[in-house]
């Protein structure tokens, strides 16, 4: 158990549905990101939180939206995707960004397909 | 624009066997650089962590090291078991911006009984 859950694991979504994928970490952390891992291709660094302020946006189409509400939750708010959003989005949390020799914890990750 | 290369991109080999997985990149000017382990279906493990002014580091029997000067990271696992089947993930923290992890797209290993 890494300390970081995400939900729903498997999600099904329609180009014209709404859908949010969740975050949680049980660690005491203070940094929290988004990556997005398609088939073939590296890790992607979406979002970045900390202390619930985004510090990083790593050029993502604005279908993807993010929520910090605090420093234990993280939302990816999802609408009018496109096929080739279907991929692992994978959730990860760490000590604050300003300590560089921080470790980053990642969740099991939701598999999202949109049809 | 940092990039991370894995070879091989998968590798198969018996129960047993010592093996390599090379992990290259382009710009030297790194932080630090670390190997992860994916298991299929779940999130990423960290193995090993080696700062930029070492040379190597050993977890029983991990040992990755790193020559930053030619931008390449090696991952010896000695005596492989079957349990050690899974994608091995390189990547390298940047010393500039923000020093957001950079990944590899990996090496897929199976260990064979």
């Known amino acids: 158990e890494t300390g970081v859950t995400q939900t729903p694991r498997h999600l099904v979504m329609g180009m014209t549905n709404k859908k949010s994928l969740k975050c949680e970490q049980h660690l005491g952390h203070n940094a929290m990101y988004w990556y997005k891992q398609s088939a073939k291709k590296p890790l992607e660094l979406m979002f970045v939180?900390?202390?619930?302020?985004?510090?990083e946006n790593n050029s993502v189409p604005s279908r993807f939206s993010p929520e910090c509400p605090n420093s234990s939750h993280l939302f990816l708010h999802l609408h009018t995707l496109q096929p080739e959003d279907s991929a692992l989005y994978l959730c990860?949390?760490?000590?604050?960004?300003?300590?560089?020799?921080?470790?980053?914890?990642f969740g099991p990750g939701t598999r999202l397909l949109v049809l | 624009k940092q990039e991370v290369t894995q070879i091989p991109a998968a590798l198969s080999v018996p129960e047993g066997e010592n093996l390599v997985l090379n992990c290259s990149f382009t710009?030297?000017?790194?932080?630090?650089l670390q190997w992860f382990r994916q298991d299929p279906g779940k999130g990423l493990t960290s193995l090993l962590l080696i700062q930029s002014s070492q040379r190597e580091q050993t977890s029983g029997r991990l040992n990755a090291s790193l020559d930053k000067s030619s931008g390449r990271s090696t991952l010896y696992i000695a005596a492989s078991q079957p349990g050690d089947s899974a994608t091995y993930l390189c990547a390298v923290r940047l010393n500039t911006g923000f020093q957001k992890l950079v990944f590899g797209t990996g090496t897929r290993l199976l260990v064979s009984p």
């Open positions: 710009d030297s000017a790194i932080y630090n």
């Open positions: 939180y900390s202390l619930e302020e985004r510090v």
């Open positions: 990860a949390s760490s000590r604050s960004t300003g300590q560089l020799q921080e470790t980053q914890y």
